[in-house]
């Protein structure tokens, strides 16, 4: 800290800064000065608009991105369908792609590996709650490819902002704005729309993704925290512009729209943005940088001191979808019980595991690239072992979570579960309540008859 020490190095340039206006030519002079649609743009390129919020947006949530390309996105033929045997992201409620909304607490083992697919027929709707086609809800997915997508094949969600959390393996994302590498222990935001192409430069890769249907990730508020804390706004890289010369080869388009999965053809790459500038654009963030705050006295703060990203409902202060860590941090509560309390939310919580030990669950049964879900009002906690472990444990200063990374998505909304969630992918775990909370034992000693007295109410 306060960096991750990845295996693999760097490859591109960035530009740092959360929600800030970027601006970048892959060509110097490619950016038209103090216009955006001028009658004709440096080098014969087109300006073309892509937008992010509505126009009218309030200044403060307003997303907009002027680029400056060799032929616009619009030059290709219609879409057509292309569902495919392994591409399952259809959230809607079809009598064989149900959605289950179930109270039980769900655990998965690690899900496998996959290197026949690539990066697009690798996508797995596990959970989700709502529809893209209303614009609200999320949908939660398992990725796990092999294979480089196409040479000339580039992807695309009209359904959302895909917020995505490598566990495994290497992505080296080329988009249209410029390109991104993204290891373990960094996590990239992938806006609606904007279209990239996916490699796997080191091999086989498995993670996790949130798509936001509605509204994008802002940074949490920080409250009596101050000015800086938690994820800090100069950390997050947007990519620099680059762009690829090609108007011979045949390229396919694929969309995923309303969940479906459809292609077009085009006679030009995709990556033709030489230069652009605005507030709409992929980034990524190193989750290593992140400054994790507690408590320096007794109990612990709510689990939201670790929000990484929020995306707020209309409600403020209630969230569509939390991006929460568990990282590295030092406990130091005195009299406290250090694990989370056992509790029951009116936020449902999934939670995934890139690496090592989650704390709270010490039990074995929560591995890498497994995952849970609490949904709301399930109730959970530590397991028997953590609880034993921590209410008999030694009160010193104690380094928890070193080596490891275990994360949630939180949201507002129930979460179903698809049925390749529930059942085709073969790795919920039936005894998961038997293992965690069933051995559970009371503790409770009735207090001696002399002890007993009528309640007098609180003092
Ligand atoms: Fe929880």
Redesign the pocket.
């Known amino acids: 800290m306060p960096s991750t020490k990845f295996a693999v190095p760097e490859s591109y340039r960035y530009q740092n800064g959360f929600n800030s206006y970027h601006e970048t030519e892959a060509v110097e002079g490619a950016l038209p000065v103090g216009t955006n649609s001028p009658q004709q743009p440096p080098y014969g390129l087109y300006a073309e608009k892509l937008s992010g919020t509505a126009f009218t947006a309030p200044r403060a949530e307003n997303l907009q991105s002027w680029l400056y390309r060799i032929l616009p996105a619009s030059a290709h033929t219609n879409f057509e369908p292309r569902e495919h045997a392994t591409f399952n992201t259809n959230p809607e409620n079809k009598p064989h792609e149900k959605i289950h909304q179930i109270p039980n607490q769900l655990r998965w083992d690690p899900f496998d590996l996959d290197e026949s697919v690539d990066w697009v027929h690798s996508l797995h709707l596990l959970a989700g709650a709502g529809n893209p086609t209303m614009k609200s809800g999320i949908g939660i997915y398992i990725y796990a490819a092999g294979k480089d997508m196409n040479e000339r094949e580039a992807f695309y969600s009209a359904d959302g902002d895909f917020l995505i959390v490598p566990q495994h393996g290497v992505l080296d994302v080329q988009t249209e704005l410029g390109k991104l590498l993204v290891r373990p222990n960094e996590i990239c935001v992938i806006p609606r729309g904007v279209r990239y192409r996916v490699t796997l430069p080191q091999g086989p890769v498995r993670g996790y993704i949130l798509e936001l249907y509605q509204g994008h990730f802002q940074l949490p508020e920080l409250g009596p925290i101050g000015s800086n804390g938690l994820a800090n706004a100069r950390d997050f890289q947007a990519p620099v512009a680059h762009f690829d010369e090609d108007t011979a080869s045949e390229w396919t388009l694929l969309s995923k729209f309303a969940g479906h999965l459809f292609a077009a053809k085009q006679t030009h790459t995709p990556f033709d943005i030489v230069a652009w500038h605005g507030t709409y654009y992929p980034y990524k963030y190193d989750l290593g940088r992140f400054n994790t705050i507690g408590s320096v006295s007794f109990d612990h703060p709510d689990?939201s001191i670790y929000t990484v990203l929020t995306a707020q409902s209309d409600h403020p202060g209630t969230a569509v979808a939390d991006f929460v860590i568990f990282p590295p941090r030092w406990l130091v509560a005195e009299d406290t019980f250090r694990p989370?309390w056992y509790?029951r939310?009116t936020m449902s919580?999934f939670?995934g595991l890139v690496t090592g030990q989650y704390d709270?669950k010490i039990g074995g049964g929560f591995q890498p690239a497994g995952a849970s879900l609490?949904n709301v009002m399930a109730a959970?906690?530590p397991d028997a072992a953590t609880h034993a472990a921590a209410s008999a444990a030694a009160l010193k200063p104690q380094k928890v979570g070193e080596g490891s990374l275990a994360f949630?998505f939180?949201s507002c909304l129930m979460v179903g579960v698809t049925e390749w969630g529930l059942s085709k992918c073969r790795k919920v775990q039936a005894d998961y309540n038997a293992e965690s909370w069933e051995p559970l034992k009371p503790r409770f000693k009735r207090p001696t008859p002399a002890a007993v007295r009528v309640d007098e109410g609180s003092k």
């Open positions: 689990p989370p509790h939310n919580e939670m709270a609490h959970h906690g949630m939180e």
